[in-house]
């Protein structure tokens, strides 16, 4: 989680990616904050890894996703110009 705040937009999507990649029901409260803040990052890699891994989020925990407002974040990104 430590390494999703790191300054090379590499590391920062691996460490996302690692992190999504933990299928567990407990790790729902550690994941969301992470790819809030990544859907926002400055680099294409690190946004198309968060996109990934809120499908993976879905998938794990359906009423967290919706309680946390990622489809509204999505939509506002696709409309962006």
């Known amino acids: 989680q430590k390494d999703c705040g790191n300054d090379d937009p590499m590391v920062r999507g691996l460490a996302l990616r690692a992190l999504c990649s ?3 029901p407990q790790m729902v409260e ?12 400055g680099h294409a890699y690190v946004r198309k ?8 989020f879905y998938h794990l925990d359906q009423e967290a996703f919706e309680s946390a407002n990622f489809c509204d974040i999505l939509y506002e990104m696709l409309r962006d110009p």
């Not at 890894?49 to 993976?56: D, E, P, Q, R």
């Open 22 to 24: 933990l299928r567990l």
């Open 30 to 41: 550690y994941i969301t904050e992470p790819l809030r803040r990544s859907l926002q990052d």
């Open 49 to 56: 890894t968060a996109v990934m891994g809120i499908l993976k």
